[in-house]
């Protein structure tokens, strides 16, 4: 079972360069969602979707944009690098039915930004 | 702002030790949910606790709600160096518009020595 995937694993980018993340899943969810992970930070929401279509800010939105033109991907778009979006970004997927089910994640991406 | 307040932020500790991680929140959140993650992966999903007072085991581990469902807590009793990795909790609210988004604490990394 494939579950929450993301491209790449990892990444290196200079600061100003542009690159764009992909998550995919197959369990057919209707929610998404992108976290960023730093140390002693938890998981803050950057951007979430309800919907193919559909996407609002979360938490720490600044810098980044998303895309969800198919219900199972979910993309993560920075345009303009900066050191500060180093960081482990993960997505994660949930079923839109009931009210505490649980989220899936992806394996992460570590990016550094340079 | 961190809503949810997790301690410690490290444990480390001995094989056959007891550890309790606590979780707590100003905040009412509608369930508290309890992850693990271990290096380079996502986090995965070990409970979720939904009523006030509600006290769940998973084998070794036993997770609670505070009454007021400001607060949880992880108790892990004899811990073994597989228990060793990072723990999380998680607070969803209710509400049409939550949309399953979750606010994390800053998590626990927990070693556990042979």
């Known amino acids: 079972n494939a579950g929450v995937t993301q491209t790449p694993k990892f990444r290196v980018l200079k600061t100003g360069q542009s690159m764009t993340l992909l998550c995919a899943q197959d369990?057919?969810?209707?929610?998404m969602y992108w976290y960023r992970q730093d140390p002693g930070m938890g998981l803050r929401l950057i951007h979430y979707?309800?919907?193919?279509?559909?996407?609002a800010k979360g938490e720490v939105p600044d810098g980044y944009n998303v895309s969800r033109l198919k219900k199972q991907n979910f993309l993560l778009g920075l345009e303009s690098a900066a050191p500060s979006q180093t960081s482990v970004y993960f997505c994660a997927s949930r079923s839109r039915t009931g009210a505490n089910t649980e989220a899936f994640f992806g394996q992460g991406t570590r990016l550094t930004v340079v | 702002t961190q809503l949810l307040e997790q301690s410690p932020q490290f444990l480390s500790i001995q094989e056959g030790e007891n550890l309790t991680v606590y979780c707590n929140s100003s905040?009412?959140?509608?369930?508290l949910q309890w992850y693990r993650q271990e290096p380079g992966e996502g986090p995965v999903l070990l409970v979720t606790?939904?009523?006030?007072?509600e006290v769940k085991k998973l084998k070794r581990l036993t997770f609670q709600f505070g009454d007021a469902r400001k607060d949880s807590s992880l108790h892990i009793t004899a811990a073994q160096p597989g228990d060793t990795g990072l723990y999380l909790c998680a607070g969803a609210r209710a509400g049409g518009t939550s949309y399953g988004k979750l606010t994390f604490g800053q998590g626990t990394i927990l070693t556990v020595h042979p």
């Open positions: 369990m057919n969810h209707e929610y």
């Open positions: 606790v939904v009523t006030g007072g």
């Open positions: 905040s009412v959140f509608s369930s």
């Open positions: 979707s309800v919907g193919e279509g559909t996407t």
